[in-house]
């Protein structure tokens, strides 16, 4: 068995483990993050980086690198409910560095951040490496076990992080309690080609018992196709042709390209949760982004959540871990910096998919628009406040954190 030491062990190469793990050996925190995967390609990464995000990255010196990479940039998004079009929320008056979210596969972005934190001697990430199960001292998690490359290996740690996302072995092993809030719907996720012709803004698209989510990805269109929660079954057995109309119904633009989806082993099915640890941590073990509170896809926000929760922890956490004083208080101070803004996230996501989108899946007669859409519509003004939820959200946070010469 491999055996090895560091200050902290990052269980989850996700945004919230990888900005971490970055901030904290940017600090000059040995730090070991642990992949289970061989790479960071998976399907339901979610691809959107908000001006909360892109605020750190400009903190850190590396926003002009990272817009270098492909990405499509989205100032505003806009909303088809019945025959009504208009825009919902505005990014153009944000006080942000960038007036705008980022559309970029995920892999890219954590291969960025992977490689910005290589930079450091204190950084180490190991790939194909599953975590088995935590270490315990005197009721105190001291370290974790894993399986790294197929071998054996033993961490031992000042601080566990469980970022390992929503279904996260070390929230269960640790025996942290969640609350689940249910949901009443999942998605179908799959690509369409784009033409030159079709509509550049992100969209969704409303209509009798039917909501659809496009997100312009340059060369093609990343869709998003909501169902009842449990019904992908009776779906499926209506037939891919019946599928094919309610997308085509919903956007007669990709008429054309919807017959390039040819089977369902194209369209992947996201299982929509939302809950939150009563507690985050335990001596010697702190969760967060997913693993600490499992959002919802309304709003896109999951991977902002993830980041702040990163810089907050870093801000807290770093100079305990570097001069070998971390307690248990200090975990603490990190949810409870958190836990309000992850709260009120949340409870907004809940009354959207509970009161609307819910309600929009049970029509069977035509859609009469809510009264909030229509205020939209006449008061364009008021999208800059659905513009600073999805953009900055309830608490940005902001690197406090140092960072170490490498000489």
């Known amino acids: ?174 025996n942290l309690k969640v609350q689940d809030f249910g949901a009443p719907m999942d998605v179908l996720w799959f690509k369409l080609t784009r033409q030159p012709s079709d509509p550049k803004d992100p969209v969704g698209r409303f209509d009798t018992g039917q909501v659809l989510i496009m997100l312009n990805r340059g060369e093609y269109w990343q869709c998003g196709f909501v169902i009842s929660k449990g019904s992908f079954r009776q779906i499926r057995e209506r037939g891919l042709p019946a599928f094919h109309d309610d997308i085509v119904k919903l956007a007669p633009f990709v008429s054309d390209s919807i017959a390039k989806l040819q089977n369902w082993e194209e369209i992947k099915l996201l299982t929509v949760q939302v809950d939150r640890l009563h507690q985050w941590f335990r001596p010697g073990l702190l969760c967060l982004g997913d693993a600490a509170h499992a959002m919802s896809p309304v709003g896109g926000v999951g991977i902002n959540l993830a980041i702040q929760d990163a810089v907050a922890a870093a801000n807290f956490l770093a100079e305990p871990l570097r001069s070998n004083r971390l307690t248990t208080e200090d975990l603490n101070r990190v949810q409870r910096r958190r836990e309000w803004p992850t709260r009120l996230t949340q409870q907004v996501q809940l009354s959207i998919q509970n009161r609307f989108i819910s309600r929009v899946l049970r029509e069977n007669s035509p859609l009469s628009p809510p009264f909030l859409l229509k205020v939209l519509a006449r008061f364009p003004v008021l999208r800059r406040l659905p513009a600073r939820l999805i953009g900055i959200g309830f608490r940005p946070e902001h690197v406090c954190t140092p960072c170490v010469r490498m000489d």
């Not at 005197?138 to 566990?160: F, M, Q, T, Y």
Request: hydrophobic content about 45%; some cysteine.
């Open 1 to 174: 068995m491999d055996t090895v030491s560091v200050r902290c062990c990052i269980a989850g190469a996700g945004p919230a483990g990888v900005m971490f793990g970055l901030l904290l050996a940017r600090a000059g925190v040995e730090v070991l993050v642990l992949e289970k995967h061989a790479d960071f390609l998976r399907d339901f990464r979610g691809d959107t980086i908000h001006p909360s995000t892109l605020e750190v990255m400009h903190e850190l010196g590396l926003l002009e690198e990272l817009l270098l990479l492909p990405h499509q940039k989205v100032s505003q998004i806009n909303a088809q409910f019945g025959d009504l079009a208009l825009t919902v929320a505005d990014f153009n008056h944000l006080q942000t560095q960038c007036r705008f979210v980022v559309l970029m596969p995920q892999w890219d972005f954590l291969n960025f951040l992977t490689l910005e934190a290589a930079r450091y001697p204190t950084f180490h990430l190991r790939m194909k490496s599953e975590v088995t199960g935590l270490i315990e001292e005197k009721e105190c998690v001291v370290g974790l076990n894993a399986i790294s490359s197929g071998r054996p290996l033993s961490v031992r740690a000042d601080l566990v992080v469980g970022a390992d996302g929503r279904y996260s072995v070390v929230r269960t092993q640790a």
